[in-house]
């Protein structure tokens, strides 16, 4: 059972978990409720005769390199009750993944090897950055790699099976708090493997900052689209 209560962050009906936590992280988190705008005509009589419109798979070129733009998505942030249209730039990943994020919030950093989404804007003093790094990982297993995290971390940890991105790929889940205050960072731990490449995803914020900037982290996960093609 889990320890702490979260509202789930829907997007392209996707379902993430988690992403940091106030405190110890065992108190209740609100994330807002996210979801892609329709993008064609065909796409709102979809939705009509389904219920939700459903995505047009952006075609990726063969050598493209990771971090390039392949196109701009419509996302709608719903908080408390009010919506708000948000430009995201979907980008090339690597080994064969997309990913979208928000470039007025979020900068990016590309290689062969990893993608960093850095943000400093929530607080103008500090060096250290929110950010979400996703790279390919060396380990026997997700689940060897999740204990290996745990001891690590030299913290109390919070463990689970989850699901992430468009997909719904399953992933496990590590996260822990470095202290209470509001200066104190979190860290969420995503550990996954995809056509025998095991990558892991991490997420850093502050406490202070969770409750806007950890739905912000939260999105770009849910947009992880493997090409099944």
């Given at each position: 059972?889990?320890?702490?209560?979260?509202l789930p962050c829907?997007?392209?009906s996707?379902?993430l978990y988690?992403?940091?936590?106030?405190g110890?992280?065992?108190?209740?988190?609100s994330v807002?409720?996210?979801?892609q705008?329709d993008?064609t005509?065909?796409?709102v009589?979809?939705?009509?005769e389904s219920?939700?419109?459903e995505?047009?798979?952006?075609?990726?070129?063969?050598?493209?390199?990771?971090g390039?733009?392949?196109?701009e998505e419509e996302?709608?942030?719903?908080?408390?009750?009010?919506?708000v249209?948000?430009?995201?730039n979907?980008i090339q990943?690597?080994?064969?993944?997309?990913?979208?994020?928000?470039p007025?919030?979020?900068s990016?950093?590309?290689?062969e090897?990893e993608?960093?989404?850095?943000?400093?804007s929530?607080?103008a003093?500090?060096?250290t950055p929110?950010?979400?790094?996703i790279?390919?990982?060396?380990g026997?297993?997700a689940?060897?790699l999740?204990?290996?995290y745990?001891?690590?971390?030299?913290?109390?940890?919070?463990?689970?099976?989850?699901?992430?991105?468009?997909g719904?790929?399953?992933a496990?889940w590590?996260?822990?708090?470095?202290?209470?205050?509001?200066?104190?960072?979190?860290?969420?731990l995503?550990?996954f493997r995809?056509?025998?490449?095991?990558?892991t995803?991490?997420m850093?914020?502050?406490?202070?900052a969770y409750?806007g900037?950890?739905?912000a982290?939260?999105?770009?996960?849910s947009t992880?689209r493997?090409d099944?093609?």
């Open positions: 059972m889990r320890s702490r209560m979260l829907l997007i392209l996707a379902v988690g992403c940091g936590g106030e110890d992280k065992t108190g209740e988190v807002p409720e996210v979801q705008a993008q005509e065909q796409a009589e979809n939705e009509g219920g939700q419109a995505a047009q798979p952006i075609p990726v070129e063969v050598g493209t390199e990771p390039t733009v392949l196109g996302v709608i942030l719903m908080q408390e009750g009010e919506s249209s948000v430009p995201y979907r990943g690597m080994d064969g993944f997309t990913i979208a994020y928000d007025e919030t979020f990016l950093e590309a290689s090897q993608l960093d989404f850095y943000a400093y929530y607080d003093d500090s060096e929110v950010f979400v790094k790279s390919e990982t060396e026997a297993s689940e060897s999740a204990d290996q745990v001891v690590d971390s030299n913290e109390e940890c919070l463990v689970e099976e989850v699901t992430i991105g468009e719904e790929y399953p496990i590590v996260s822990y708090a470095e202290g209470t205050d509001s200066n104190s960072r979190t860290c969420d995503y550990i995809y056509n025998e490449r095991l990558y995803v991490q850093d914020c502050f406490v202070e409750e900037m950890g739905a982290q939260e999105s770009i996960l992880l493997f099944e093609g």
